[in-house]
T-cell receptor, first 113, second 115 residues
Framework: KAGVTQTPRYLIKTRGQQVTLSCSPISGHRSVSWYQQTPGQGLQFLFEYFSETQRNKGNFPGRFSGRQFSNSRSEMNVSTLELGDSALYLC????????????FGPGTRLTVL | DQQVKQNSPSLSVQEGRISILNCDYTNSMFDYFLWYKKYPAEGPTFLISISSIKDKNEDGRFTVFLNKSAKHLSLHIVPSQPGDSAVYFCAASSFKAGNNRKLIWGLGTSLAVNP
Protein backbone atom coordinates (compact mmCIF):
# COMPACT_ATOMS: atom_id res chain seq x y z
CA LYS A 1 0.00 0.00 0.00
CA ALA A 2 1.44 3.37 -0.98
CA GLY A 3 2.12 5.81 1.83
CA VAL A 4 1.12 9.42 2.17
CA THR A 5 2.53 11.55 -0.62
CA GLN A 6 3.07 15.29 -0.59
CA THR A 7 3.94 17.60 -3.43
CA PRO A 8 6.03 19.54 -3.95
CA ARG A 9 8.80 18.46 -1.59
CA TYR A 10 10.52 21.84 -1.65
CA LEU A 11 9.27 25.30 -2.44
CA ILE A 12 10.76 28.77 -2.40
CA LYS A 13 8.45 31.78 -2.43
CA THR A 14 8.72 35.48 -1.67
CA ARG A 15 6.76 37.51 0.83
CA GLY A 16 3.25 38.37 -0.30
CA GLN A 17 2.91 35.42 -2.63
CA GLN A 18 0.56 32.53 -2.09
CA VAL A 19 1.25 28.82 -2.15
CA THR A 20 -0.73 25.61 -2.54
CA LEU A 21 0.50 22.32 -1.12
CA SER A 22 -0.95 18.94 -1.99
CA CYS A 23 -1.40 15.73 -0.02
CA SER A 24 -2.60 12.30 -1.12
CA PRO A 25 -3.55 10.08 1.82
CA ILE A 26 -3.13 6.35 2.12
CA SER A 27 -5.77 4.56 0.09
CA GLY A 28 -8.87 4.07 2.21
CA HIS A 29 -7.98 6.80 4.69
CA ARG A 30 -10.61 9.48 4.84
CA SER A 31 -9.07 11.91 7.30
CA VAL A 32 -6.25 14.29 6.47
CA SER A 33 -4.58 16.54 9.00
CA TRP A 34 -2.05 19.28 8.33
CA TYR A 35 0.75 20.38 10.64
CA GLN A 36 3.38 23.08 10.59
CA GLN A 37 6.75 22.15 12.03
CA THR A 38 9.29 24.77 13.02
CA PRO A 39 12.41 24.27 15.16
CA GLY A 40 11.13 26.31 18.09
CA GLN A 41 7.46 25.32 18.04
CA GLY A 42 7.44 21.64 17.21
CA LEU A 43 4.39 20.28 15.38
CA GLN A 44 1.55 22.75 15.37
CA PHE A 45 -1.86 21.49 14.27
CA LEU A 46 -3.38 23.44 11.39
CA PHE A 47 -6.61 21.62 10.54
CA GLU A 48 -8.22 18.28 9.90
CA TYR A 49 -10.47 17.34 7.00
CA PHE A 50 -12.82 14.41 6.91
CA SER A 51 -15.33 13.66 4.16
CA GLU A 52 -14.51 16.94 2.42
CA THR A 53 -15.36 19.00 5.51
CA GLN A 54 -13.05 20.78 7.91
CA ARG A 55 -13.71 19.08 11.24
CA ASN A 56 -11.09 20.59 13.48
CA LYS A 57 -8.94 23.69 13.39
CA GLY A 58 -5.83 24.92 15.15
CA ASN A 59 -4.88 28.47 16.08
CA PHE A 60 -3.64 29.80 12.77
CA PRO A 61 -4.74 32.96 10.96
CA GLY A 62 -7.22 32.89 8.11
CA ARG A 63 -4.36 33.10 5.60
CA PHE A 64 -4.08 29.36 6.12
CA SER A 65 -6.87 27.41 4.48
CA GLY A 66 -7.45 24.01 3.04
CA ARG A 67 -9.87 21.73 1.34
CA GLN A 68 -10.45 18.07 0.71
CA PHE A 69 -11.71 16.42 -2.44
CA SER A 70 -14.05 13.50 -2.88
CA ASN A 71 -11.09 11.14 -3.32
CA SER A 72 -9.77 12.32 0.09
CA ARG A 73 -6.84 14.17 -1.45
CA SER A 74 -6.28 17.47 0.31
CA GLU A 75 -4.73 20.82 -0.50
CA MET A 76 -3.49 23.49 1.83
CA ASN A 77 -3.21 27.12 0.79
CA VAL A 78 -1.30 29.94 2.41
CA SER A 79 -1.93 33.43 1.12
CA THR A 80 0.09 36.62 1.59
CA LEU A 81 3.15 34.70 2.70
CA GLU A 82 5.24 36.02 5.57
CA LEU A 83 8.84 35.18 6.47
CA GLY A 84 7.58 33.34 9.54
CA ASP A 85 5.66 30.90 7.36
CA SER A 86 8.93 29.21 6.44
CA ALA A 87 8.54 25.72 7.84
CA LEU A 88 8.07 22.06 7.10
CA TYR A 89 4.40 21.38 6.35
CA LEU A 90 3.36 17.86 7.16
CA CYS A 91 0.26 16.04 6.09
CA UNK A 92 -1.01 13.01 7.98
CA UNK A 93 -3.78 10.61 7.10
CA UNK A 94 -5.84 8.30 9.26
CA UNK A 95 -8.76 5.97 8.81
CA UNK A 96 -11.39 7.95 10.63
CA UNK A 97 -12.06 11.37 12.00
CA UNK A 98 -9.98 12.20 15.03
CA UNK A 99 -8.22 8.87 14.71
CA UNK A 100 -5.11 9.16 16.77
CA UNK A 101 -2.81 6.88 14.84
CA UNK A 102 -1.74 9.08 11.99
CA UNK A 103 0.52 8.27 9.08
CA PHE A 104 2.68 11.10 7.89
CA GLY A 105 3.97 12.12 4.51
CA PRO A 106 7.55 13.36 4.02
CA GLY A 107 6.49 16.99 4.19
CA THR A 108 6.88 20.06 2.02
CA ARG A 109 9.74 22.36 2.98
CA LEU A 110 8.57 25.94 2.34
CA THR A 111 11.06 28.78 2.37
CA VAL A 112 9.78 32.34 2.22
CA LEU A 113 12.33 34.96 1.21
CA ASP B 1 1.45 27.29 26.71
CA GLN B 2 3.03 23.91 26.08
CA GLN B 3 0.61 21.21 27.26
CA VAL B 4 3.04 18.44 26.32
CA LYS B 5 6.63 19.01 27.36
CA GLN B 6 9.78 17.18 26.42
CA ASN B 7 12.31 18.96 28.58
CA SER B 8 15.40 17.35 27.11
CA PRO B 9 16.07 18.63 23.60
CA SER B 10 18.77 16.02 23.09
CA LEU B 11 20.09 12.78 24.51
CA SER B 12 23.22 10.78 23.76
CA VAL B 13 23.49 7.08 24.59
CA GLN B 14 26.00 4.30 23.94
CA GLU B 15 24.94 1.45 21.68
CA GLY B 16 23.56 -1.47 23.67
CA ARG B 17 22.57 0.69 26.66
CA ILE B 18 19.10 1.88 27.63
CA SER B 19 17.66 5.11 26.21
CA ILE B 20 15.03 6.84 28.34
CA LEU B 21 13.04 9.66 26.81
CA ASN B 22 10.74 11.64 29.05
CA CYS B 23 7.52 13.52 28.49
CA ASP B 24 5.34 15.55 30.87
CA TYR B 25 1.83 16.83 30.30
CA THR B 26 -0.33 19.37 32.05
CA ASN B 27 -3.86 18.60 30.82
CA SER B 28 -5.53 16.01 33.03
CA MET B 29 -8.06 15.35 30.25
CA PHE B 30 -5.40 13.60 28.18
CA ASP B 31 -6.03 9.87 28.16
CA TYR B 32 -4.12 8.59 25.17
CA PHE B 33 -0.43 9.03 24.48
CA LEU B 34 1.74 8.24 21.51
CA TRP B 35 5.39 8.26 20.60
CA TYR B 36 6.57 9.02 17.10
CA LYS B 37 10.04 8.81 15.62
CA LYS B 38 11.28 11.18 12.94
CA TYR B 39 14.31 10.88 10.69
CA PRO B 40 15.60 13.92 8.78
CA ALA B 41 13.72 14.66 5.55
CA GLU B 42 10.94 12.23 6.50
CA GLY B 43 7.61 12.59 8.25
CA PRO B 44 7.15 11.19 11.78
CA THR B 45 6.35 7.49 12.04
CA PHE B 46 4.20 5.98 14.75
CA LEU B 47 6.17 3.98 17.30
CA ILE B 48 4.04 2.99 20.28
CA SER B 49 1.03 4.23 22.22
CA ILE B 50 -0.56 3.82 25.63
CA SER B 51 -4.02 4.40 26.98
CA SER B 52 -4.53 5.88 30.44
CA ILE B 53 -6.10 2.63 31.64
CA LYS B 54 -2.64 1.07 31.46
CA ASP B 55 0.65 2.01 33.05
CA LYS B 56 2.90 0.09 30.69
CA ASN B 57 2.93 -1.00 27.08
CA GLU B 58 5.69 -2.99 25.48
CA ASP B 59 6.57 -3.65 21.85
CA GLY B 60 9.87 -5.36 21.24
CA ARG B 61 12.70 -3.11 22.34
CA PHE B 62 10.30 -0.24 23.05
CA THR B 63 8.36 0.19 26.30
CA VAL B 64 6.26 3.15 27.32
CA PHE B 65 5.50 3.80 30.98
CA LEU B 66 2.70 6.08 32.15
CA ASN B 67 2.48 7.68 35.60
CA LYS B 68 -0.90 9.41 35.68
CA SER B 69 -0.52 10.93 39.11
CA ALA B 70 2.71 12.60 38.04
CA LYS B 71 1.39 13.34 34.54
CA HIS B 72 4.55 11.81 33.20
CA LEU B 73 5.40 9.21 30.60
CA SER B 74 8.64 7.77 29.40
CA LEU B 75 9.85 5.74 26.45
CA HIS B 76 12.50 3.12 27.11
CA ILE B 77 14.55 1.66 24.28
CA VAL B 78 16.55 -1.43 25.23
CA PRO B 79 19.05 -2.14 23.82
CA SER B 80 19.66 1.06 21.90
CA GLN B 81 20.94 0.74 18.35
CA PRO B 82 22.57 3.32 16.06
CA GLY B 83 19.49 3.13 13.79
CA ASP B 84 17.42 4.48 16.68
CA SER B 85 19.12 7.85 16.26
CA ALA B 86 16.24 10.19 15.40
CA VAL B 87 13.98 12.83 16.90
CA TYR B 88 11.32 11.35 19.18
CA PHE B 89 8.02 13.15 19.66
CA CYS B 90 5.55 12.59 22.44
CA ALA B 91 1.91 13.37 21.65
CA ALA B 92 -1.29 13.29 23.67
CA SER B 93 -5.01 13.47 23.07
CA SER B 94 -8.32 13.06 24.84
CA PHE B 95 -10.92 10.51 23.78
CA LYS B 96 -13.43 12.54 25.79
CA ALA B 97 -13.20 15.20 23.08
CA GLY B 98 -14.85 12.73 20.70
CA ASN B 99 -14.48 13.56 17.05
CA ASN B 100 -12.93 16.88 17.98
CA ARG B 101 -9.94 15.24 19.56
CA LYS B 102 -6.57 16.21 18.14
CA LEU B 103 -3.02 15.35 18.92
CA ILE B 104 -1.01 17.81 21.00
CA TRP B 105 2.70 17.42 20.40
CA GLY B 106 5.86 17.95 22.39
CA LEU B 107 8.85 19.68 20.83
CA GLY B 108 10.81 16.47 20.46
CA THR B 109 14.00 14.96 21.84
CA SER B 110 16.89 14.26 19.50
CA LEU B 111 18.42 10.89 20.37
CA ALA B 112 21.94 10.00 19.26
CA VAL B 113 23.04 6.40 19.74
CA ASN B 114 26.79 6.14 19.48
CA PRO B 115 28.44 2.94 18.20
Amino acid sequence: KAGVTQTPRYLIKTRGQQVTLSCSPISGHRSVSWYQQTPGQGLQFLFEYFSETQRNKGNFPGRFSGRQFSNSRSEMNVSTLELGDSALYLCASSLGQGNNEQFFGPGTRLTVL
Amino acid sequence: DQQVKQNSPSLSVQEGRISILNCDYTNSMFDYFLWYKKYPAEGPTFLISISSIKDKNEDGRFTVFLNKSAKHLSLHIVPSQPGDSAVYFCAASSFKAGNNRKLIWGLGTSLAVNP
